[in-house]
């Protein structure tokens, strides 16, 4: 079955700057990539996905970009602010697997004052 | 939209007694509807999958007799803990998709913090 790494577990930013987090993916058949941010005891919250056929796409400052060959997409959030803090979930899944995701373990970012 | 409801938020409950959460897509049809557990610090581990008018599929591991997953319509889906115990204590988070393909955005609950005495 398909198996997702995610780095790194956690993640320390000054507001303002990048933060980039990074998933591999062990199954060739995946094509959906949803990214979800999970705030304390919440349900996690879609914030941007992509499909296998395009290399990235953007939504204000967060971006997602995808390589298909090395089998790794990252998440990317620009101009950092404390609302940001959460805990980041990258994602896999493909049409054959009836829209069943698997989860990386999960990115902890404190964007800090 | 693409809203999902959960209810209740949260649960206490004595052990051996059984506890129903409820699912709801409020803004769209849900053909199928899927059920995670979620340890403090930890990753979503799905439970079961279920698609309207189906029984539903439940993952390696998961005693399907003890957490009884009804999805009687494309808006409601049930997940009853039977005969609950501490061990069940958990944030029990469900989700809905649109399809049955990967082709459908999954979008989540705000999920049910269960606790067993």
């Known amino acids: 079955g398909e198996n997702v790494e995610q780095h790194p577990s956690t993640l320390s930013v000054q507001e303002g700057d990048s933060a980039v987090i990074k998933c591999t993916y062990s199954d060739s058949a995946s094509n959906y990539f949803p990214w979800y941010k999970q705030e304390l005891g919440k349900g996690p919250q879609l914030i941007i996905d992509i499909r296998s056929n395009v290399g990235e796409k953007k939504d204000q400052r967060i971006a997602v970009t995808l390589n298909k060959t090395a089998k790794h997409f990252s998440l990317h959030i620009t101009e950092t602010q404390p609302e940001d803090s959460a805990v980041y979930f990258c994602a896999a899944s493909h049409t054959g697997t009836a829209s069943k995701l698997t989860f990386g373990t999960g990115t902890r970012l404190q964007v800090t004052l | 939209g693409a809203v999902v409801s959960q209810h209740p938020s949260w649960v206490i409950c004595k052990s051996g007694t059984s506890v129903k959460i409820e699912c709801r897509s409020l803004?769209?049809?849900?053909?199928?509807m899927f059920w995670y557990r979620q340890f403090p610090k930890q990753s979503l581990m799905l439970m079961a999958t279920?698609?309207?008018?189906?029984?539903?599929?439940?993952e390696q591991g998961v005693e399907k007799d003890k957490f009884l997953i009804n999805h009687a319509s494309l808006t409601l889906s049930t997940l009853t803990v039977t005969s609950a115990h501490p061990e069940d204590s958990s944030f029990y988070i469900c989700s809905a998709s649109r399809g049955t393909s990967g082709a459908y955005e999954q979008y989540f609950g705000p999920g049910t913090r269960l606790t067993v005495t």
């Open positions: 279920s698609n309207e008018g189906s029984k539903a599929t439940y």
């Open positions: 803004d769209f049809q849900a053909t199928t």
